[in-house]
């Protein structure tokens, strides 16, 4: 009996490989396909572009990596359903160009920041709606005192590391070389400004007007390049522009479109770049931002005492020469706008995390004189028209400014 049931188990030992054989052979194996998809660290800083800011166009932490940030824990998207709530992310950053009360978020997270994005000037761009008075957590614009500030240019040691902005000028600047000044002898015209828009809100065609009539009777001139002068060189190659500059011009009027606080723009570059004494033309305390006695300050001056210290230093080089003391210590160069490193490091810091701040009087910060700026009559050059028929007087509609303005 026993020796059955040792030979029944060797037949079922048997049968049941025979039949796991033959499933083998007759199954058919499918290919396991692994889907890509991103993972989702738990110290992932998400941050929604709530609307197109230039400069800031990747998904995914590319941005930050190709930076090469020292954080690189940081995640743009323009996916607002991304988690199915607004609430989850940490950031959302709004364009000052693209606002509209109409296209905000309905939900906000109780430690959500909300960051106002700007690289245009408060002057051009005034916001005149009282919903964005406690709106905005953090604001990252050129102001100084913005909580990420940024400029259009920055000044270098010759070791070519940044300055930024906390650092102290020096007050013993070595003299201008000998060979530098040699560079400078072939120059014999006054003063050049590339000008393609004609009116501005700053008023500078008005200034350019006033101080040509001062500059004739020193028997100067203003070469007017572009579309609102006579002058023409090929702006877009640059080299002709660029060789007129440097061989024939003492000074170049670097004017700003708009009178705001801090708003230094590139248009100084040219006449950095190009060996000429920039003229600046702007409402920033300009000492803060480029180097001492390289560039007069017209505002400032005035039209009469502008004039004649730049006739001055055209009949007596040695006064000249002293503009570029600077050369032996700084390079200005054009920085990058919106560097969002800084904003990654903010939001990896659990300080400025869990602050409650909000900027209860945005509108006043954002631009002192908003009331006047807001009012119909100064809105009446942005546009923004609303009438029923022609005749009938036409209103201005006050409101956060939208792109296109």
Request: hydrophobic share 40%; charged share 25%.
């Amino acid at each position: 009996m026993a020796r059955m049931i040792k030979y029944w188990k060797y037949l079922m030992h048997v049968f049941c490989l025979l039949m796991i054989r033959h499933s083998i052979n007759e199954c058919t194996i499918g290919t396991i396909i692994l889907h890509k998809f991103e993972r989702f660290l738990p110290d992932m800083k998400h941050i929604l572009v709530w609307t197109d800011i230039h400069g800031i166009s990747e998904e995914g932490q590319n941005h930050f990596i190709t930076k090469n940030c020292e954080k690189i824990n940081c995640y743009f998207t323009k996916n607002k359903s991304l988690f199915g709530d607004v609430r989850y992310f940490d950031a959302i950053v709004f364009n000052l160009q693209d606002l509209n009360t109409a296209y905000l978020p309905r939900v906000r997270g109780v430690n959500q920041k909300y960051i106002f994005v700007a690289n245009d000037s408060a002057d051009n761009y005034p916001v005149c709606d009282p919903v964005y008075d406690d709106f905005f957590n953090w604001t990252w614009t050129y102001r100084v005192d913005s909580t990420i500030s940024y400029r259009f240019i920055s000044v270098y040691n010759l070791h070519n590391e940044e300055l930024g902005s906390h650092f102290r000028w020096n007050d013993k600047m070595e003299p201008t070389k000998r060979h530098f000044q040699a560079l400078l002898a072939s120059k014999s015209k006054a003063v050049a400004v590339f000008l393609d828009v004609c009116k501005s809100r700053s008023n500078r065609e008005g200034f350019i007007k006033e101080m040509q009539k001062e500059m004739s009777k020193y028997n100067h001139t203003i070469d007017i390049f572009g579309k609102c002068g006579s002058k023409t060189c090929k702006r877009k190659t640059s080299a002709t522009c660029s060789w007129r500059l440097n061989k024939q011009y003492f000074f170049f009027l670097a004017m700003e479109d708009s009178i705001s606080s801090d708003y230094v723009t590139g248009a100084v570059l040219p006449a950095f770049e190009n060996n000429v004494v920039p003229v600046v033309y702007g409402g920033a305390d300009y000492s803060k931002f480029l180097p001492p006695n390289s560039y007069l300050d017209a505002r400032k001056l005035g039209i009469p005492k502008l004039v004649k210290t730049m006739v001055d230093s055209i009949n007596k080089r040695e006064l000249y020469h002293e503009f570029f003391r600077w050369r032996n210590h700084y390079v200005v160069r054009e920085s990058p706008v919106l560097d969002a490193c800084v904003l990654c490091d903010r939001l990896n810091q659990k300080s400025w995390l869990l602050g409650q701040h909000a900027y209860h009087n945005f509108r006043k910060w954002w631009l002192p004189e908003y009331q006047d700026k807001c009012s119909a009559r100064t809105l009446m050059d942005t546009g923004f028209l609303f009438g029923m028929v022609a005749g009938y007087q036409k209103k201005i509609q006050c409101f956060a400014p939208r792109i296109g303005i």
